[in-house]
């Protein structure tokens, strides 16, 4: 019933425009929720009318005159609506009087109706030319039934041009009303339904479409809401369930082991947080189910420390160790640091090496044969404890010994896919710690990782000073030769800058290599979208930039680095490598060092058209800086103007440092849509009602509902609905996992 095609019980030409919208189906157009609702006897506020947009307005027709045009030949009818203030004139056009008349006929005096059109001028007077409109009550039976229609709030739809939102309506009518309880199939489950008070879904579906009142419509929103929760908590609920049904292997770390040689020989005190989830992450590692935990903790906050002491636990357990990173640069870099903090605990089979030491391999795309020949045997041997590189380690060509442990940092690009690749490694499943650094929202954590379990690193590390972030003019010239002036000053007492650029060539798009950000982040083109954003010069590229710098009288004699995605992994490391050692103390760079990069002397970053990144990319970028117990310094250079969504990101990125707090103030100034991607774009079967920020209450109810619903029926035998409504979701929603 609900799957039946929209043309079948429409007709072709109905569904034709229907179908322009993406509805195909009779649960389609169900489903095709009202954006608001016009409230007869609430008229629209004609003064707030702009010309050029398109609108549906609610006004009382005050006179309809039909006259004949004796310069162009023809008729012509103009009605004026109000709202009790405020007039808006309509007209229409046609060869003869008569085809006005029946439109003369509808516009009567006194009659309340939606009309909608573009709004235009003529002679000084607001005007829609030709606009579609419903008169309310008019297509009633009776008296009666008149009345009653003329106090319904009136559905307004998200419509096109082609598809008035009253044609939708009506359509509406047409498959909802003949419906009964047989026909809909109610995804929640009767108990769930009974202990919420919730109507069915026809019941909810009559609220929303041919509601009685705004209250019967909220009534039945929220039934809708929490059915759209209900079906996604359920689907990680399972995804859950199902972790839990299959084993692996417990590694409880041995006393006298790698571990406790590393915690007497680690430089820096632990923090409490690093100790605390430190427990939490072995006390995982001892089940014999396998671990899948996300660590949340702020740029800086000292994740690497606690992803090795997990691995060596492994190790110390007789298993093995995989830290998957974004990027080769990060792979490459996360080696040495891991080798830097295990000194001779690295060197197993080494004449140096300390007793019972491991050996930590690099397997990467990019490196010479015979280097990843022996990485490839230490994996296998299982010589090397811990193996690193990026995520084509999980690829069938990397042979491990006994994998233990994965450890995936900066989960940007974890999606379901690699989750499940790590399920199909054979019978038993590796543990697996996620890393981000990227703050989510509790909310949003539970929307697409709520088959995760949670620890957060809150504090960072003391004795590292902050960074203190300001927003620069670019077209402030005096501030920008302050800039460079200042970053000389840097380099000159023995420190480093960064200059961020968001593209690589001036006359080329921006190509990556690297699966840069900057491509792929919907937040970080936002502000191209801006009308302002046009008339600007291009977007500062690395290497004009760099050529650029190399000319400035202020960094005379100071080498000056280039780093991109188009770069070899070779020349990459090369590029790394002089800035480390000072023969080029700038590195002129797109976002491939956002993440992880960690070059203790780097003091100064400037961010060139700043307004082009996102809230949470910024604060990333930024966590490359003040990383020793010197204040980083960050510079975001920008265009944009006064007013602006786009400074109000950038004042925000600069008024705190707490990741935490940006990535909510992320959420409120980011469209939904942007949020949850693809999710929540409107697709047939997205996120329609639910709005993650703002219906927290309501995904956590789901959450435990959907936990013990699960945890009672795993297969679903019971609720055959819900697990037809979970199908259907994931087949669409896969995608959207997976870019997350
Ligand atoms: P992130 O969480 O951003 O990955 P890192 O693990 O790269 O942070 O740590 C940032 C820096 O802080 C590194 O140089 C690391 O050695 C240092 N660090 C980590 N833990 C501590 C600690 N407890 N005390 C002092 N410094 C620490
Ligand atoms: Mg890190």
Not at 496 to 506: D, K, L, Q, T
Not at 646 to 661: C, I, M, Q, Y
Request: hydrophobic share 40%; proline share 6%.
């Amino acid at each position: 019933m609900l799957e039946e095609s929209l043309a079948t019980v429409l007709g072709s030409r109905t569904s034709g425009s229907l179908a322009k919208l993406g509805l195909m189906t009779v649960e389609d157009l169900l489903r095709h929720y009202p954006r608001r609702y016009g409230i007869p006897g609430e008229l629209t506020d004609m003064g707030a009318l702009r010309l050029g947009e398109h609108v549906t307005v609610m006004a009382e027709v005050r006179s309809t005159t039909v006259r004949p045009m004796r310069s162009r030949g023809g008729a012509m009818l103009e009605a004026i609506v109000t709202d009790g203030r405020d007039t808006l004139q309509l007209t229409f056009f046609a060869k003869r009087t008569g085809v006005l008349r029946m439109h003369e006929d509808k516009l009567r005096a006194g009659r309340t109706g939606l009309f909608t059109g573009t709004v235009g001028d003529y002679r000084g007077r607001r005007q829609l030319v030709h606009p579609d409109y419903l008169i309310v009550g008019l297509d009633a039976a009776d008296a009666e039934e008149a009345t009653i229609e003329a106090s319904r709030p009136i559905p307004i739809y998200p419509a096109a041009a082609s598809v008035p939102t009253w044609r939708i309506g009506r359509s509406v009518r047409t498959v909802l009303d003949p419906l009964t309880e047989a026909d809909v199939p109610d995804p929640i489950p009767q108990p769930l339904r009974d202990l919420h008070r919730l109507p069915t879904l026809l019941e909810a579906l009559r609220g929303v479409h041919v509601p009685d009142d705004l209250d019967h419509v909220k009534r039945s929103q929220h039934r809708l809401k929490y059915e759209e929760a209900l079906v996604l908590q359920t689907a990680l609920a399972r995804r859950r369930a199902d972790r839990e049904s299959h084993s692996a292997v417990p590694r409880a770390a041995a006393g006298g082991g790698l571990l406790e040689a590393f915690d007497a020989r680690v430089p820096f005190p632990l923090t409490q947080g690093q100790i605390e989830v430190g427990r939490e992450i072995s006390a995982d590692l001892e089940r014999a189910t396998p671990m899948l935990r996300l660590l949340q903790g702020d740029v800086g906050a000292g994740k690497t420390v606690v992803a090795l002491r997990a691995m060596l636990a492994v190790v110390d357990a007789g298993g093995q160790a995989a830290l998957l990173a974004p990027t080769e640069v990060l792979a490459a870099q996360h080696e040495r640091t891991l080798r830097d903090l295990l000194g001779p605990l690295a060197d197993g089979g080494t004449l140096g090496g300390a007793d019972g030491a491991t050996r930590v391999a690099l397997l990467t795309g990019s490196q010479g044969a015979a280097r990843k020949r022996q990485a490839l045997a230490d994996a296998a041997s299982g010589a090397a404890g811990i193996v690193v590189g990026t995520h084509a380690l999980l690829s069938d060509t990397v042979q491990f010994a006994d994998l233990g442990l994965v450890v995936v940092d900066e989960q940007h690009r974890f999606g379901v896919e690699q989750r499940d690749q790590l399920r199909a490694r054979g019978t038993s499943v590796p543990h697996t710690l996620v890393m981000t650094a990227t703050p989510i929202p509790r909310t949003v954590a539970m929307t697409v990782f709520g088959d995760l379990e949670t620890s957060v690193l809150t504090e960072r590390p003391a004795g590292r000073a902050e960074t203190v972030t300001h927003v620069v003019p670019a077209d402030n010239s005096a501030w920008m030769s302050r800039i460079w002036q200042r970053m000389r000053e840097e380099i000159d007492a023995g420190r480093r800058a960064y200059v961020v650029c968001p593209r690589i060539e001036g006359d080329q798009p921006e190509d990556d290599a690297e699966p840069d950000p900057v491509d792929e982040d919907p937040r970080a083109l936002e502000a191209g979208e801006e009308p302002a954003a046009a008339a600007r010069p291009p977007l500062e590229a690395v290497v004009d930039v760099a050529e650029r710098l190399r000319h400035l009288p202020a960094l005379e004699g100071i080498g000056i680095g280039e780093m991109h995605g188009r770069l070899t992994g070779e020349q990459k490391d090369a590029a790394m490598a002089a800035f480390v050692d000072g023969a080029t103390p700038i590195l002129v760079s797109t976002t491939v060092i956002e993440v992880g990069v960690d070059v203790p002397q780097a003091s100064t970053m400037v961010v060139l058209d700043a307004e082009h990144f996102g809230i949470s990319q910024l604060h990333q970028l930024r966590g490359r800086v003040g990383r020793a117990s010197e204040p980083g310094l960050c510079l975001l250079v920008t265009h944009a103007q006064e007013g602006t969504p786009s400074l109000e990101r950038l004042t925000a990125v600069a008024s705190t440092s707490d990741g935490f707090a940006l990535a909510e103030k992320d959420l409120e100034l980011r469209r939904e849509g942007d949020v949850l991607g693809a999710a929540q774009s409107g697709g047939r079967n997205s996120l329609r009602l639910l709005r993650v920020l703002r219906d927290a209450d309501v995904l956590g109810v789901a959450r435990d509902d959907a936990r013990g619903l699960v945890d009672r029926d795993p297969t679903l035998a019971q609720s055959p609905a819900l697990a037809q409504a979970i199908a259907v979701w994931l087949g669409e929603r896969e995608e959207f996992l997976e870019r997350t």
